[in-house]
């Protein structure tokens, strides 16, 4: 399978030791993202934070009422069983100690 810039499949050819060993050098410091300043960050991660948010798909609201009650039904049974438990151990602690 290939595509515009080559093959996925297979590695590049005719690459030598020199390209391998000059892509594991350490990354640079510094540059645009080392220069800004406190606000600029803060503007940037809001932007990023904006871009990432439009990419979100929203659930309907017929979606979102059925994850509601699934959800809802889910803890309810957590709750009666974690409760069923307790009590259970309540009577065995208060039988053996009480």
Do not use: C, H
Not at 41 to 54: D, I, M, N, S, T
């Amino acid at each position: 399978m290939t595509d515009a810039l080559g093959s996925i499949d297979m590695p590049e050819r005719g690459r030598s030791e020199d390209d391998t060993a000059e892509s594991q050098k350490k990354p640079r410091r510094g540059g645009k993202r080392g220069k800004k300043g406190p606000f600029a960050r803060l503007a940037l991660f809001y932007r990023q934070v904006v871009a990432e948010l439009r990419k979100v798909v929203w659930p309907t609201r017929s979606q979102l009422s059925t994850y509601t009650t699934v959800v809802i039904v889910f803890v309810v049974i957590i709750i009666g069983l974690v409760t069923v438990i307790d009590l259970g151990i309540n009577r065995v602690v208060g039988y053996v100690f009480g």
